[in-house]
């Protein structure tokens, strides 16, 4: 069993960065890997990014390649997503979760288990 809480949302300006981290509790953390999803208002929640167990492994939708960042602290229980240049469309709820299918259905929500309960991004001017 794993609970998630995550943790640094807010409002930024087009432009701008966050890091947002999810902290875990529970034993088996490191055995996981992670993701984070995300959903805007009146849109289905979507794959953003994942990373493997150790770290060594990660993957991201195209939409935020080259501008989010995932990555992980085993010691600390804790999965951290960077986020820069953020733009409008980045606004939504960000969620973390732990993978239980296999990593070649990193992308699919129903593949995750232990949700967090979400942070609020909004990038607005």
């Known amino acids: 069993q794993v609970q998630l809480v995550e943790s640094g949302g807010g409002l930024v300006q087009p432009g701008g960065s966050l890091r947002l981290s999810c902290r875990a509790s529970?034993?088996?953390?490191?055995?996981?890997?992670m993701g984070w999803f995300r959903q805007a208002p009146g849109k289905e929640r979507e794959f953003v990014a994942t990373?493997?167990?150790?770290?060594?492994?990660?993957y991201y939708a195209d939409s935020v390649k080259g501008r989010l960042t995932i990555s992980r602290d085993n010691a600390k229980k804790t999965v951290y997503l960077q986020m820069n240049s953020l733009k409008p469309e980045d606004t939504a709820v960000y969620y973390c979760a732990a993978l239980v299918g296999s990593m070649s259905n990193h992308e699919r929500e129903h593949d995750y288990r232990y949700w967090g309960q979400g942070t609020q991004v909004t990038v607005s001017s």
């Open positions: 529970g034993r088996t953390f490191s055995s996981y890997a």
């Open positions: 990373i493997s167990w150790n770290g060594g492994s990660t």
